[in-house]
């Protein structure tokens, strides 16, 4: 059978680095994807955190297609229209002055950590060079990324690693501020811990910590690859704190399924790159750059996504914690904002997420006890009802 050579295929030709589903899908729509077999699936992983206006939304494949007919590639030594507009409109609608376009959520973070290093080399002095992240923050596989991720367990075995990271307990500011001395050039933060089991941080942190930060010439770095581009109910999830970073980077939601990193910097940062500093052959492409927009232009028009979006939020937080009153020995919590929420379980996970699989819905668990749901931004009540059916049934044979 074609989907048993393809699996076998898949073990004999692909390197061992995920565990994957036993599954192939050939086909999405909205909230709903399809299996070689002919099974349908309720997304609620977004391909994680990444197919915001679902799969397939004819916006973004209509832009997909006219910029392929039109222009793919050319490289950076010339401009193509796509990157400009993109960085105009990503500027337009943040704290932002320049963007450096990239392929990933972890080049977008080399970039930023690349940046805060020459800016506070030339600005302060030589030394001024090392980061501080959290514990249990997620920021890449590359060196540097890995590094400044702060789990050993991702880290273990590919020492020596990068010289110049620290880590402080997220959301504990003292922590954060005796860790600070005057060889810190950045402190890198995410809004929200996603891969660190949808982890918060109170709005009085990120104030004090900006604070901080200012007062001591230390760049702030958001890393808002999970949490932007609509995903926690904001364009940018920094917006529920009232405050704005030196340099934010985004990747996951931004171009829809196509894949793009993007650094976004003020002014003042953004001049320590310079001709040569940095780049990316295929940091900026036409097509991932005209993807990103129409996801973008489709997810601002109106305000109106967005705002459904939080509604969806909400509707999906009360039914949740509806859930957790009638399975208080299985459910701890229930957190997060807009449509990034994690449910913390008394008991592994993955065989939650399994037993959804087998019933039709994807899910994803995180942190190894918390379960975490990020569905595309149009996701509807009745998806939701589906899947909170599931778990109730799931729930119930666990309890
Ligand atoms: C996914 C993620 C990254 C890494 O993005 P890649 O595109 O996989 O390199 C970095 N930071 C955060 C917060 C993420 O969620």
Redesign the pocket.
């Known amino acids: 059978m074609e989907v048993k050579r393809l699996l076998d295929d898949a073990s004999l030709y692909l390197m061992n680095t995920y565990k994957r589903f036993p599954v192939v899908f050939v086909k999405g729509r909205g909230m709903k994807l399809w299996s070689a077999d002919g099974k349908e699936y309720l997304d609620f992983m977004a391909g ?1 955190a990444v197919d915001i206006l679902g799969h397939c939304h004819p916006r973004h494949v209509v832009a997909i297609q006219k910029q392929a007919q039109k222009l793919v590639h050319v490289s950076n030594f010339y401009h193509t229209e796509p990157p400009i507009r993109l960085a105009k409109l990503l500027c337009d609608y943040s704290f932002a002055d320049r963007v450096f376009f990239s392929n ?3 080049e977008a ?1 080399e970039a930023a950590i690349k940046l805060a290093r020459k800016h506070s080399k030339e600005r302060f002095r030589a030394e001024k060079t090392s980061i501080i992240t959290a514990v249990n923050s ?4 590359t060196l540097a ?1 890995l590094t400044a991720t702060g789990q050993p367990k991702l880290q273990s075995g590919f020492e020596p690693l990068v010289p110049g990271f620290s880590y402080v307990p997220f959301n504990d500011y003292e922590a954060l501020k005796s860790a600070i001395d005057e060889d810190t050039c950045a402190v890198m933060l ?1 809004p929200i811990q ?2 660190g089991g949808v982890r918060m941080a109170s709005e009085d942190y990120f104030r004090h910590v900006r604070d901080l930060c200012t007062r001591l010439g230390i760049l702030l770095i958001l ?1 808002e ?2 949490t932007g581009t609509g995903r926690t109910g904001t364009l940018f999830a920094y917006e529920h704190y009232g405050i704005e970073p030196d340099i934010l980077t985004l ?2 939601g931004l171009g829809g399924g196509i894949p793009i ?1 993007a650094t976004l910097v003020r002014e003042d940062v953004a001049k320590a790159f310079t001709p040569g500093s940095h780049g990316s052959t295929f940091g900026g492409n036409p097509l991932s750059c005209a993807a990103a927009f129409a996801t973008l232009e489709t997810l601002l028009e109106d305000g109106i996504m967005l705002s459904e979006s939080r509604r969806m939020g909400d509707y999906f937080m009360s039914a949740l914690v509806k859930l957790q009153k009638q399975f208080p020995k299985v459910i701890t919590e229930v957190r997060g904002k807009g449509l990034l929420i994690g449910m913390e379980l008394t008991r592994e996970c993955a065989m939650v997420v399994q037993a959804c699989f087998e019933r039709g819905v994807l899910i994803n668990c995180t942190a190894g006890n918390t379960l975490r749901f990020m569905p595309p931004l149009i996701v509807t009540e009745d998806d939701i009802d589906r899947l909170i059916g599931v778990l109730k049934e799931v729930m119930e044979r666990l309890s």
Request: glycine share 22%; aromatic share 6%; proline share 0%.
């Open positions: 994680i990933s959520g972890a973070n997620f920021h890449g596989r990324t995410e996603g891969e890393d690859i999970q990747a996951k990193g």
